[in-house]
């Protein structure tokens, strides 16, 4: 069973930075996708970032950048740089790793932006 556990969260004022992290634990053999997501209150859930095993990347419009997503495949970690945040940057951010067909996802971190 592959856990993805996040930390960085937090509170920032609007213009600053922060980095998340989420590392896998358990036995795993390859991690296709590595992604984050994130929920707003009210508002459902959205890809902000992904990177695949060979190191392709996708970002949502809004975070394109000012966001930087990258992966550590021998520690099996997702890294992302959030810069010159936003307001509306604020929401639950997931992490998501894809193994072959099967998605496991992580408890989730505030990301709170103060204007």
């Known amino acids: 069973q592959v856990q993805p556990v996040e930390s960085g969260g937090g509170l920032v004022q609007a213009g600053g930075s922060l980095r998340l992290s989420c590392a896998a634990s358990?036995?795993?053999?390859?991690?296709?996708?590595m992604g984050w997501y994130r929920q707003a209150p009210g508002k459902q859930r959205e890809l902000v970032a992904a990177?695949?095993?060979?190191?392709?990347?996708a970002y949502a419009d809004s975070v394109k950048g000012r966001f930087t997503i990258s992966r550590d495949n021998t520690k099996n970690t997702v890294y992302l740089q959030m810069n010159s945040l936003k307001p509306e940057d604020t929401a639950v951010y997931y992490c998501n790793f894809r193994v072959i067909i099967t998605d496991y996802w992580g408890q989730g971190t505030q990301v709170t932006v103060a204007s």
């Open positions: 358990g036995s795993i053999f390859s991690i296709n996708v």
């Open positions: 990177v695949t095993s060979g190191g392709s990347t």
